[in-house]
């Protein structure tokens, strides 16, 4: 079957949420896609970050063909042999006491409203009903009715409302603006270290370091979303690192499931764990010894592998080699390890298309923004061969 019939198949009897590029992408190999016709493409989006250990890592494909040929789903109703050690190892990486394990990412930021309302009415002592969390505009945490009810953008929230109230926005990167919304109801700050899908956008430095010094002084939690930002996609195991601070508690997904299944969790300190008991939440999926498997095994070759190291070298390689380049469509280079995002001064789209001709893969975010997130594994000679197309076809 060619590839036109594919994507006509697909056009039919999928729902057009989203928009693809036109190519079918059938094999991946570290990180090369290979597309229906043979052609190799170089992946530099990762899957928003979830396949950034690249493309059926053989480390994770065995984990995950091991444990599929003893047990996969059994629900949380009885113990498990993975369950334990992954999020023991998880706890250890992020230097928290708990954590409560989840699928998507949506379902973890869910996962951390729950938390932060039920701490903020039994231990900080807000009337019942009157919790407020405090998130930043152009927020993306997700999808759910929930979320996208805090979203400043119209598209996400056009026609799916009502929403449910007790959300604020504030300015990103802006901490006068926080500092005006938090009140004595105020529960947890909500927040992207750096913000991806409004573009790859990245604070102004010491305002996570402010951020924090306010949450402290007001009683209020900082709750860190970080799964896109997380386990290595900024050149560090977290992204609020590069300030030297500590949340509350920390949302991550994605790269978790090593670009195999998703996976997902909520970790946190012993006090807000502490605040679900049996029957206040669950996920039938959630924490299944498969996913237990695969999220043990991707952390492991994040650590053992050097891919947070890599992604620090290759990262700041990638940003200094574009910042050199003059081009007069682009306003802004901007970003952390490798996740840069390319401010353009006209839609960023059509430069997408003629990347998948080069044989790059890539997708806008925010109208405007190139998003260049290859798989933390690219070695240097990778890297390149992907700049000198984008490179090629920004200047042309």
């Not at 407020?132 to 929230?157: K, M």
């Not at 009140?183 to 913000?195: D, G, K, M, R």
Request: proline share 5%; glycine share 10%; with cysteine.
């Amino acid at each position: 079957m060619n590839a036109v019939t594919m994507i006509e198949r697909e056009k039919r009897f999928c729902a057009h949420n989203y928009s693809p590029l036109p190519v079918v992408l059938v094999r991946g190999e570290g990180v090369w896609a290979i597309g229906s016709d043979g052609t190799r493409y170089l992946d530099m989006m990762s899957a928003y970050s979830a396949v950034s250990h690249g493309h059926v890592h053989p480390r994770i494909r065995s984990a995950a063909v091991a444990q599929i040929d003893k047990l996969s789903v059994i629900s949380r109703a009885f113990y498990s042999q993975p369950l334990g050690e992954f999020l023991e190892a998880l706890c250890r990486i992020t230097g928290f006491d708990g954590a409560l394990p989840m699928n998507s990412g949506a379902e973890a930021v869910e996962t951390a409203i729950k938390a932060a309302r039920r701490w903020g009415y039994r231990v900080k002592g807000i009337a019942p009903d009157q919790a407020e969390i405090v998130v930043a505009d152009s927020n993306f945490h997700g999808r759910t009715s929930t979320i996208v009810g805090f979203s400043s953008e119209p598209a996400y929230r056009a026609d799916f409302g009502p929403f449910c109230g007790g959300f604020k926005q504030a300015g990103f990167g802006d901490i006068e603006s926080f500092r005006q919304v938090i009140n004595a109801n105020t529960c947890a700050v909500l927040i992207e270290p750096i913000q991806g899908e409004a573009g790859i956008r990245v604070p102004p430095a010491g305002f996570l370091r402010e951020l924090r010094a306010l949450c402290d002084q007001t009683g209020t939690l900082l709750i860190l979303d970080e799964i896109q930002s997380g386990l290595g996609r900024t050149g560090k195991w977290f992204a609020f690192e590069h300030e030297e601070i500590r949340p509350d508690a920390v949302i991550l997904g994605k790269a978790l499931g090593g670009g195999i299944m998703p996976v997902s969790a909520f970790v946190a300190r012993r006090e807000l764990i502490d605040q679900f008991n049996p029957g206040s939440h669950g996920s039938t999926f959630g924490g299944n010894p498969l996913a237990a498997a695969v999220g043990l095994e991707a952390l492991k070759v994040l650590e053992e592998e050097g891919l947070i190291e890599n992604s620090a070298r290759q990262g700041e390689y990638l940003k200094q080699r574009l910042n050199t380049f003059k081009c007069p469509a682009i306003r802004e280079v901007r970003g952390r390890g490798l996740w840069i995002g390319i401010e353009l001064d006209r839609p960023a789209k059509p430069y997408c298309e003629a990347l998948l001709q080069e044989g790059v893969l890539t997708r806008e975010t925010h109208e405007n923004v190139l998003r260049i997130a290859p798989p933390l594994s690219i070695t240097r000679d990778e890297l390149e061969w992907g700049l000198e197309r984008i490179i090629k076809v920004l200047g042309s």
